[in-house]
């Protein structure tokens, strides 16, 4: 046997990998992460090293390979839990060792110094009286929320006051030029959030939150799952049980999708935690993300929040993991090796003996599932911590309105309450599944639809004059006739946010709209400074994608609009449903955050679908148990296990006849394995590359695991062709 050791992980040298052998005697201790002292160099002085992997396969000349002299007894350093934690991660989800290195430790750069600025009070408390009326009487809304802000803190983070407050540049001059505040500079990066916070934390758990808490704490298990209504106090319930492992001397890692990274979320932890906490997003450098993690290592932090990739943070006393809003699709990595956040959470629990806690309002089927196979302890909240109703949830049968006569896309009842809403100066948000104008672009005449050259789908108008790819970039003028048949009978079909805008304008001309899609937010800060508008009120009515229903309190929102519900559903996918069910319920949260009574409305042609009735009913566990169903009729994760195997080729031939190797391969490895495929993929082709796909299928995972790793092995030795990519996905988010 041979192991792969890396003698230096600090710096940019994670490819740079020696083969030694491994000696009888210590054979059993060997296995990825194990800590070694190896002979280097001429001299054969002894230095430490770690062990990525151990293979039967010796690259050099067998009789100059050099053997590892011991193992390092004393405690192991975090690089070996984090190189072990590769390990896993290239086992599980494939890829090479490399890849995942890469993607578990974080790489040094030479970086800058980061000079730091923050906006620090400059006057005196009755100045301050004096302009909060000001503000107040010329609703001036940005100005005074910064300064009340500023009255909690006295100083606050720049960056941070631009980001996650959403207040303008200008606002803050505005400020320094009546002398309300100062901004200071200072050089030196060391935490990305910098607080002097006066704001005290002083909430105080309810009968609820804290039988859940102390249950997790005194609990033996290991995974929790917090099922509780939007609303029910997560969070506090998360701090209170960090707090009480923070006490102790444990170290912890909470997980937060970046979108829901918000000022108000990252200041309640702030609050209550100070200094201990720091936080990574995808706006740091790589340098400040190193700067962050080495803060963790050498203890100067207690708690990591992040999105997915801060489950990596190099903690040497790791006690707790927690994941926020566990079901969303963004803890799975989309590039390789695609790796699942709460999977991995799990594993890095095991490894330093942690707990985690997941929550969510609209938990992940696999979870529940696994709570009801009794893997995870599930806790409930069922009541909101700040008294507020329910919003009241209607569904509208678009079929119905059709028949009636109704041919707008907008339902009686939702005109109405528009109209309602209009005149309270309340606001609405409408909320519709798709973007560009008005999805693909046809013609009468023929039928064809217009596709783009590179890929098998159909291209989008974009602002009526504009035809654009969503996969490729791909952009043309709009025709005036059919490419194929000549007619002048082209068209766009289906409805778009640009399509519901305008609708809105022709309804009511006096109603101040924002639309929010890739479209108005791809330039910089796009999207941050639409819902700051909004927010701000000056605009009645949200359109947008997915993309506004997600962590965002609008207390001023009364009605929120589903336009069209089904077109999740249509998405050829197991996990419509669930997709549909947990976008629907999210979107009817965010009607009615404050003490004002909110209205939601579905529309749909489908009102018979459970996804759409249970959530409209905020019913959770009836969707649950028809959706299992479903899943073990089908055979269908979470009931199995499932692999995506996804070929790609610029060759359509070279592919096919790969694709049947791979195929062959497959039930040479393992001649009873259930598979499917190999079949092209939903799309085709994407930027002139093909695609198949073959899943295959099983309860144990290991099964699976161990076909891939025939079939890596097997791509290596045989050379299945150079210009074939393989990639694997477990469990896939989507299907391919
Ligand atoms: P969730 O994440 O479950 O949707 P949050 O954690 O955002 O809910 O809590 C909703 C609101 O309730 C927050 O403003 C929070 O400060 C408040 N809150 C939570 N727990 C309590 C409590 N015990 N007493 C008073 N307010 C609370
Ligand atoms: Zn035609
Ligand atoms: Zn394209």
Redesign the pocket.
């Known amino acids: 046997m041979y192991a792969n050791i890396i003698v230096d992980i600090s710096h940019q040298k994670l490819d740079k990998v020696f083969q030694y052998k491994i000696p009888k005697e210590i054979e059993n201790g060997i296995s990825a992460g194990v800590s070694v002292k190896v002979p280097f160099g001429k001299g054969n002085r002894l230095i430490d090293g770690f062990v990525l992997e151990t293979t039967d396969i010796c690259d050099y000349d067998d009789n100059k390979i050099k053997s590892i002299a011991e193992i390092n007894e004393k405690n192991i350093p975090v690089e070996g839990t984090l190189i072990n934690l590769a390990w896993f991660i290239k086992n599980t989800y494939g890829g090479t060792m490399n890849q995942a290195l890469k993607t578990v430790i974080p790489i040094k750069k030479v970086t800058k110094d980061v000079v730091k600025k923050t906006i620090c009070l400059s006057c005196k408390e009755n100045i301050q009286r004096q302009y909060i009326e000001e503000f107040k009487r010329k609703r001036a809304v940005a100005r005074l929320r910064l300064l009340e802000e500023l009255i909690e803190n006295k100083c606050l983070d720049y960056s941070l006051v631009v980001d996650k407050m959403n207040i303008s540049r200008a606002t803050i001059t505005a400020l320094e030029k009546l002398d309300i505040i100062e901004i200071n500079s200072e050089k030196i990066y060391r935490n990305p959030i910098h607080i002097e916070s006066n704001g005290e934390y002083n909430i105080v758990l309810n009968e609820e939150q804290r039988k859940v808490s102390e249950d997790i704490i005194n609990s033996e298990n290991m995974v929790h799952l917090i099922h509780g209504v939007t609303g029910s106090g997560k969070t506090d319930v998360y701090m209170d049980i960090i707090d009480k492992y923070v006490n102790n001397g444990k170290q912890v890692i909470v997980l937060i999708p970046e979108i829901a990274l918000t000022y108000q979320t990252v200041m309640r932890f702030y609050r209550k935690f100070r200094d201990r906490v720091s936080i990574i997003n995808s706006k740091l450098s790589q340098g400040e993300r190193y700067d962050q993690f080495e803060r963790a290592k050498r203890g100067e932090i207690d708690i990591m929040i992040g999105p997915r990739s801060a489950i990596f943070t190099p903690f040497n006393n790791l006690g707790l993991i927690v994941i926020d809003e566990e079901h969303e699709s963004s803890y799975k990595s989309e590039t390789i090796p695609k790796y699942h956040a709460r999977e991995v959470s799990i594993y890095r629990a095991k490894q330093s003996g942690a707990k985690v806690v997941l929550g969510s309002a609209t938990p992940s089927v696999e979870s529940y599932y696994e709570c009801e196979a009794g893997n995870y302890k599930l806790h409930t909240l069922v009541n909101r911590a700040v008294a507020s109703s329910m919003a009241k949830v209607s569904i509208v049968d678009l079929r119905e309105e059709l028949k009636n006569g109704n041919k707008s896309m907008f339902s009686h009842t939702l005109q109405e309450l528009i109209a309602d809403r209009l005149k309270k100066k309340e606001q609405i948000m409408l909320f519709i599944n798709r973007r560009g104008y008005a999805g693909f672009v046809s013609c009468r005449s023929c039928g064809k639809a217009i596709r ?4 098998d ?1 159909g ?1 989008n108008l974009h602002n009526n004059d504009k035809l654009v ?6 952009e043309t003028a709009m025709m005036k006739n059919c490419p194929v048949c000549g007619s002048k009978y082209i068209a766009a079909f289906g409805t778009g946010t640009q399509k519901v805008e305008e609708g809105i304008k022709k309804m009511y001309p006096m109603a101040r709209v924002l639309r929010m899609d890739m479209d108005t937010t791809s330039k910089k800060d796009g999207h941050e400074k639409i819902l700051s508008a909004f927010a701000e009120g000056e605009a009645d009515i949200l359109v947008g994608t997915q993309m506004i229903v997600k962590g965002h309190d609008f207390p001023n929102v009364t009605l929120v609009g589903v336009i069209a519900a089904d077109l999740s559903l249509f998405a050829a996918d197991y996990r419509a449903n669930e997709r549909t069910f947990d976008l629907l319920t999210q979107a009817a949260g965010r009607a009615g955050r404050s003490t004002k009574e909110g209205e939601v409305v579905i529309q749909t042609y489908n009102p018979e679908e459970y996804s759409i009735v249970m959530s409209a009913k905020q019913s959770y566990e009836n969707f649950y148990n028809q959706e299992i169903l479903y899943r073990t009729l089908n055979n269908y994760p979470p009931v199995i296990n499932m692999m995506a195997i996804l070929m790609t080729c610029e060759n359509e031939q070279i592919l096919n006849s790969c694709s049947k190797e791979i195929q062959a391969a497959i039930k040479e490895a393992d001649a009873d394995i259930c598979y499917i495929g190999p079949a092209d993929c939903n799309i085709k082709k ?2 002139d590359i093909y695609r198949k796909v073959i899943y295959i299928k099983d309860k144990e995972l290991s099964r699976l695991i161990d076909i891939k790793n025939i079939l890596e092995k097997y791509g290596k030795d045989k050379g299945i062709s150079d210009n074939v990519s393989i990639q694997y996905d477990l469990n896939p988010l989507s299907m391919y």
């Open positions: 783009c050259p590179h890929c789908v291209l790819c969503h996969y490729c970039g791909y994407i930027s």
